[in-house]
């Protein structure tokens, strides 16, 4: 079994820029109105026409410098917050989609 996250995008192509150029991922599949990016043993869909805005979290092993390798690509990444589980960074695709950098305590 795989997991896939479908998330809504307007324009297809800035959105696969982005997961690719600025996240490093790669693109699996790219059709007129979809896309598959490619997260370790999952994918992320971009849809134009369907999917979710937000609440997709990407976890990371050091979340200081993933935060720091996003800012020094112009992203905007707000402040990193404690939480009772551990650490989140949260920051917006080129869609306006809420993402979230996230490291849980050990």
Do not use: Q
Request: glycine share 6%; with cysteine; proline share 1%.
């Amino acid at each position: 079994m795989k997991l896939a996250v479908d998330i809504k995008v307007s324009d297809l192509d800035r959105a696969v820029d982005f997961y690719t150029e600025i996240l490093g991922l790669s693109c699996r599949r790219c059709e007129s109105d979809w896309a598959a990016i490619v997260v370790g043993d999952a994918e992320i869909h971009l849809y134009l026409h369907g999917g979710v805005s937000s609440d997709v979290e990407f976890c990371v092993e050091n979340l200081e410098r993933t935060v720091e390798k996003l800012r020094n690509k112009n992203v905007e990444v707000s402040t990193i917050e404690e939480f009772p589980w551990g650490r989140a960074a949260f920051f917006k695709d080129t869609e306006g989609n809420t993402l979230s950098l996230v490291k849980d305590f050990e």
